[in-house]
Structure formats: structure tokens, C-alpha cells
């Protein structure tokens, strides 16, 4: 590898570590392998964008990948990745997928289509030719092919080896004839019935090799097969005479010799021909192959290696393999693989006996995957997990490993709109780990419940929480440590929320400080998670203070860290946060649009309390717009949302907007909608949020000037004007204050 690519480019030796990760072979370079998961997936992909671009400028490349419908999610997003930087570059590059294949390129003025439909019955007579190439075809043999297969391909060619084989065609003068009557040939109806009844007819010898195959995989490694069958020389002439009559291809020759079935359907086959004992027996030998060829380099097999032994019903190594496979994609940020494989791994432990030791091991893998689950916004079975593992917890006697799964219970709740029975499971949790002083417990639920308060806008609570946390981390010298979360860095995340909640009180520039010591904290380690975590909270201290373009600077860092660690649950919020930056600029088209991206995204995840956060801002950004029926109907909305879920800032921020809309459009129920925003007004007032208290004073000194009352009007907004100006308020909220007292003045 060094020599190839150093003769391509010697700028380019950069990549072989990465390479060299990909490849599961050894990594020297000290740099690389104290990158954090998804920076590593990240130089991956740059590694393999920046190889294949630079041979393209040698020369126009070609890349073509088959069979889309079944490609892994990693995979997927790295051709995502790839496609955007296509347009520049030599590169065809050719996908071909069944209809069911869904895709994001089809805008790409660089992207075009070919259906492939049935083939014609010139392409089809066509087809026939090309196969019996020795000759030319009677008309009465190309009208049979060309009736039973329909223009189908491959039935049209395994219909065509079936006539060879029995003895249904032969050659007379150079033409390929029918033997016998159309009438008189008995052909299954179906491809897999041809290609049985073509097995069927082969040496048994040539039949138990295609079989033995088949359960390895479509592609087969020659070692392997040796290995399970137990042949030498004779495998070869099995294996040439099964090329002959075109059963499988030689896939390639380095680094070492591997075939592959012609097509899906003939492994499948020759699969399903095999009783399911056989099978079964076929599989533990498998498995034990590749662990007695392969052990320096298992990690490339783990996969492979749980595939085989959870059909051999080998329930301890398939678990074994199904974890390492899981911990695997998890470290390189393949969060929905890491669900999917964490969760089978969870079935198949089920089945062995239930010992304290696998006991043990179920709560352990589900605190694991716990975290996955938070990223992905829970996805479907994650409460049922979770409660199982409580359940484990309880019979093992275990006080923290049930702790932990409190809080985890808590986040789900918190994140599904039930914030009630959140609390209760955090605050419960966060007793626990308070009374016996235990860090490895204390800090991800505080991290946990801090989440949960910033979600419902608890504030108070949330830098109460936040401030135990870090000065405990803080005197014991331990912010670097995970917690059992993995890279996700906790310390620089419980930052970001202590500031974030001083900026929402009004003490910005301690908030500021508080959110920049984060992020030089989660850069230092590295961590894209925590990184992300904590742009989002720093775009919100500048927002609060009416600085949009800065608030804007760090919302779009916080939704690359985002995007690149598939961090789902934080999507929608990013996007309607940016959306509230936008506004803060005067930027509406972009504030609207990006607002509405927030709650579509969200939508998807039906958490009541994020879409009572859209809801809310949406609510808002109509009011200014003067758009009051939309104002209204997302104000009811959020108060609807609100109530469900018992998140106090956000009622007050429809009633906020419902009395205002009350007082600009029904004179007659002006004291029922100054009730309204008072309402609104001493909810942020007990919650200490003072930074949305402001606009909460100029929406009630706009509406007295609504409403004729010019020297209330005055008064309200004068005394806004202080108060911002004394928190340090900048940008929008001050411009205005002074709008809304040129409009009273007038």
C-alpha cells in the first residue's frame, strides 16, 4: 500500500493509517490512534475520497457498486459523502440498485438514471445469441426461450443452460434446433426451480462443494472451503468445472484466492437444498475456520464470525461476536449499526441460561447501548430494553447498576414528553449517587438531569446540578475520564449546560466563559460528541444576548459535530435554533424555513417537549412577521404541547404571544390579554430566566401601545431598555426597544 500510493503521490502518505484502520491491519502512527471514533471515521472517508480522486486525475476512473438495496449504513453515508465531491473529478461512478433503493441524489445535475426494464424481444433475441455463440439459433428454439422467460435475464440464461444440460438442444448445420417438441420440454416455472433442477443434475461431488459454499457466503474464501470440506487438489477441479458451467466466477487471486457465486438466487439454492442439521454443523465449522486461519486479524471477521455461529445456534460465541461487532461500528460512530447488532447480541443472550453472570452481562450491554439509544432519539424497543435491564438490576441486588438505569429511564421519559416521571427517576437517582458519594454514578446523572432541566427550561435547577458536578470533577482531577460513556467527555458537556443556563438568567458573559472553557476542554480531548454538545449551548449564551451572527457561528459548528456523530435527537433542535439566529439578523425567509426544518425533523421523533420548543419559536417568529393567524395557531399549540408535559417556559411563552395577539386584534378583551402576558411574564420571572424576561417586557409595552395606553407603554419599555442594557443585551433586543418607543413617540 505505502509503495502504490507513494508512487502515486507522496503527499499522499497521509491516508495509510486510516487505510490501514479500515483494513483492520495494524496502526503505527500515535497520532492517529488517539483520534476520538469519529474523527477516525471521518479521516476514513477522507482517506478513500482523497486515494481515489488523486487516480483520477492519472486517469478517468470508473467505480461501479452493486446490489444498493442491501448496502450497510456506514457505507451508504460514505457514498453520500463521495457523491459531493464528484462533480470536479474524472470519477464515473455507476450504482446499481432494485427500485426499493431510496437516495438523496436524484437533484444532482451530475446524476442520471437508466431504468433497466424487461428486456425487448430484439434485446432478448439478441441475449439468446450471444449465449450460443457457436451458432445461429432456429426460430422455433428462440421463440421458446423468449415466451417462457419474458424478457426476464436470468431466467432467460439459466432457461438456456437447462435446455444444454438435458439434452433439449442440439446442433445440425451450424444451428442450434430443438430435439424435441416445445410441447414436450418440462421446465419449473420460477429461476430458483431452474437452478435446483440444474444442481440436481450435477456429480455429487460437484453438488456437496456448491453447497458447502453456499453456507459461507455469495463470496467464498478457497482457504475456508478447504478447511470445512477437508479436499485438496480434487477442489480445484470441482471448483473449475462449477466456473464452466457458469454456477460461480473467480472473484480474485490477491491477497488470496476467493470465488463468488454468479448470482444471489444460486446461492440461495444451493443454501435452502441442505437439511437444516447439515446446516447448522456447517456453520460451527465455519466459525471455527476462520478463528484457526485468521487469528491475528479477527476483528475484520467479527461480523462474519457472529453470522455463522448464531445459525450453528452456538449461543456463547455468537453473543461474544455480536458485542465486539457492536463495540466496533460504535467506535467509528456507526450508531444505527451499533443499535441493530447490540440488540441482536441482547436475543441471543437471552437464550443461554439465566446465570447472575449473564445477568450481569445483559445490564452491562444494555447500559451500553443506553447511550447509543440517547444519540438516535431512542429508537423503537429502547424503553423495553431499558426496563428489562432495571428488572436485572433489581434481582442481582445491584443499587448502582439500577441507579443507572434510573437515569437512563429518566432521559427516555424527559425525551418522549412525560418530564413528571423524568424527574422523579433522575432526582431518585441523583439521591443515590449523592449519598454514597460515588463519581462513576454521580456524574452521568447529573449530565442526564441537567438535560432533562434545560429541556423544560428549569434553569435554576439545572445550574445547581451542574455546579455540584463539575466542582467535584474539578477537586478530584478527573475531567477526562468517561463514566461508561464512552469518548462523549461529560465534564465539557456539564460546562456547557452551567452556562448555558447563566446566559438564559442574564449573566452572559459568565455563561460565555463557561462555554468557551468547555469547548477548549472537549477540543483538547478530541471528542466531535461533547464538541457538539457544547457549540449548541455557546450559539444559545449569544443568542440570548441578542447576538445572532455569532449565535449562528457556533449553531453551525454544533450541527456539523452533530450530523458527523449521527446525533439525531439534537437535529431538530439545531436547525430551529439557527432558524431563531436568522431572526435575531432580520433574516425571516431564512428564520422561517430553517424553523420549519426544526419541527419536521423533530416530528419524526414525536417528542412533545422539543415540538413545544418549535412550536414556540415558530409561534414568535409569526408574531413579528405579523403573521397572526399562524402566531396563533402555533401559540395553542405550544400551549397544548406545554401543558402535556409540564414545561413552564414555554407556557409562558404562548401566553406571551396569545395575549398579544388578543390585544392587536379584539380591543374589547384587552384586560383578558394583559392577564395573558402578565401570566407569561411572572412564570420567567420565577424561573429566573431574565434574558426572555426582556422580550416579555417589550411584548407588553407594545401591546399598551396597541391598545392606547401610551405612558404605560412607555414606562414598560423604558424600563425593558434598562434592564437590557444592564445585562449587557446587544443587536436585536436593543434595536428593538428602540423601534417599539420611535412607534410610541410618533
Request: contains cysteine; hydrophobic residues 40%; negative net charge.
Amino acid at each position: 500500500m505505502a509503495e502504490k500510493i507513494g508512487q502515486l503521490d507522496e503527499k499522499l502518505k497521509g491516508v495509510l493509517p486510516a487505510l490501514h484502520d479500515l483494513l483492520s491491519l495494524k496502526v503505527e502512527d500515535e497520532g492517529y490512534l488517539w483520534l476520538e471514533p469519529q474523527k477516525k471515521r471521518e479521516r476514513i472517508f477522507e482517506a478513500i475520497r482523497d486515494l481515489l480522486i488523486r487516480e483520477s486525475q492519472q486517469r478517468p476512473l470508473a467505480l461501479t457498486v452493486d446490489d444498493l438495496q442491501w448496502i450497510d449504513r456506514t457505507s451508504n453515508e460514505f457514498l453520500n459523502y463521495f457523491i459531493g465531491w464528484l462533480a470536479s473529478s474524472h470519477i464515473l461512478l455507476v450504482l446499481l440498485y432494485r427500485p426499493e433503493y431510496v437516495h438523496q441524489w436524484g437533484s444532482k445535475s451530475y446524476y442520471g438514471q437508466i431504468r433497466v426494464e424487461q428486456l425487448s424481444t430484439s434485446a432478448s433475441a439478441e441475449l439468446v445469441r450471444a449465449m450460443l455463440e457457436e451458432g445461429e439459433v432456429a426460430p422455433e428454439l428462440r421463440e421458446l426461450i423468449l415466451s417462457r422467460a419474458a424478457g426476464n435475464p436470468l431466467f432467460m440464461e439459466e432457461f438456456t443452460h437447462t435446455l444444454l444440460e438435458n439434452g433439449s438442444i442440439g446442433k445440425k448445420d451450424h444451428q442450434y434446433v430443438l430435439t424435441r417438441k416445445a410441447s414436450e420440454i418440462q421446465v419449473p416455472d420460477t429461476i430458483q426451480g431452474i437452478i435446483a433442477a440444474r444442481m440436481d443434475r450435477l456429480e455429487e461431488n460437484l453438488k456437496r462443494t456448491m453447497q458447502v459454499a453456499s453456507v459461507i457466503g455469495r463470496d467464498f474464501a478457497y482457504r475456508i472451503l478447504l478447511t470445512i470440506t477437508g479436499m485438496q487438489e480434487e477442489l480445484k477441479t470441482h471448483l473449475m468445472n462449477l466456473q464452466g458451467l457458469e454456477f460461480i466466477y473467480e472473484k480474485s487471486l490477491f491477497p488470496e484466492l476467493e470465488y463468488m457465486f454468479k448470482h444471489t438466487l444460486t446461492q440461495e439454492v444451493a443454501y435452502s437444498s441442505l437439511l437444516v442439521k447439515r446446516r447448522k454443523e456447517l456453520h460451527e465449522r465455519i466459525g471455527k475456520a476462520i478463528e484457526e486461519l485468521y487469528p491475528d486479524k479477527l476483528e475484520e471477521f467479527y461480523e462474519a464470525l457472529a453470522y455463522h455461529y448464531l445459525r450453528s445456534e452456538n449461543w456463547e460465541k455468537a453473543y461474544q461476536y455480536l458485542l465486539s461487532s457492536a463495540i466496533k461500528v460504535g467506535t467509528r460512530w456507526s450508531l444505527w449499526e451499533a443499535f441493530r447488532l447490540g440488540k441482536e447480541g441482547l436475543d441471543v443472550l437471552g437464550k443461554l441460561p439465566q446465570t447472575d453472570e449473564n445477568k450481569r452481562r445483559g445490564t452491562e450491554n444494555r447500559l451500553l447501548l443506553a447511550i447509543v439509544m440517547l444519540a438516535l432519539g431512542y429508537p423503537e424497543d429502547s424503553l423495553e430494553i431499558l426496563q428489562e435491564g432495571e428488572r436485572l438490576a433489581r434481582e442481582l441486588g445491584d443499587e448502582k447498576t439500577l441507579a443507572r438505569f434510573h437515569g437512563h429511564i429518566g432521559t427516555y421519559y424527559g425525551m418522549r414528553g412525560d418530564p413528571m416521571v423524568s424527574v422523579k427517576y433522575l432526582e431518585g437517582a441523583f439521591q443515590v449517587a449523592e449519598r454514597s458519594q460515588d463519581m462513576e454514578l454521580m456524574v452521568p446523572i447529573a449530565f442526564q438531569l441537567c438535560m432533562v432541566y434545560g429541556w423544560q427550561g428549569s434553569v435554576l435547577q439545572a445550574v445547581e446540578v451542574a455546579a455540584k458536578a463539575i466542582a467535584l470533577l474539578e477537586s478530584t482531577h478527573r475531567e477526562a475520564e468517561s463514566f461508561g460513556w464512552g469518548s462523549f467527555n461529560l465534564y465539557a458537556a456539564l460546562l456547557g449546560y452551567h452556562g448555558n443556563s447563566l446566559a438564559w438568567m442574564g449573566d452572559f458573559k459568565e455563561g460565555q466563559a463557561l462555554c468557551e472553557k468547555a469547548l477548549r476542554f472537549a477540543t483538547g480531548v478530541n471528542d466531535l460528541g461533547s464538541m457538539g454538545t457544547v457549540e449548541y449551548d455557546y450559539a444559545w449564551c449569544y443568542m440570548f444576548q441578542g447576538d445572532g451572527g455569532k449565535g449562528i457561528e457556533h449553531m453551525q459548528r454544533a450541527m456539523r459535530y452533530h450530523e458527523q456523530t449521527q446525533t439525531v435527537s439534537m437535529m431538530g433542535g439545531a436547525w430551529t435554533s439557527l432558524g431563531f439566529g436568522y431572526g435575531l439578523l432580520g433574516e425571516m425567509d431564512k428564520a422561517l424555513s430553517h424553523m420549519k426544518k426544526g419541527l419536521e425533523t423533530d416530528l419524526q421523533l414525536a417528542n412533545p417537549l422539543m415540538l413545544s420548543f418549535h412550536y414556540g419559536q415558530l409561534s414568535i417568529l409569526y408574531l413579528i412577521l405579523g403573521d397572526l393567524e399562524n402566531a396563533r395557531n402555533c401559540a395553542e399549540k405550544t400551549l397544548e404541547l406545554a401543558r402535556k408535559v409540564h414545561s413552564n417556559m414555554w407556557e409562558a411563552g404562548a401566553w406571551l404571544v396569545l395575549g398579544s395577539i388578543m390585544g392587536k386584534t379584539d380591543r374589547t378583551r384587552s384586560a383578558e390579554a394583559e392577564q395573558y402576558i402578565l401570566q407569561g411574564m411572572t412564570v420567567l420571572d420565577e424561573v429566573k430566566a431574565r434574558s426572555w424576561h426582556v422580550m416579555a417586557q417589550i411584548v407588553l409595552g407594545e401591546f399598551y401601545a396597541d391598545t392606547g395606553q401610551k405612558q404605560k407603554a412607555l414606562e414598560t419599555l423604558k424600563k425593558a431598555q434598562v434592564t437590557a442594557r444592564e445585562m449587557g443585551m446587544t443587536g436585536y433586543y436593543l434595536a428593538w426597544i428602540d423601534e417599539a418607543l420611535k412607534s410610541v413617540n410618533k
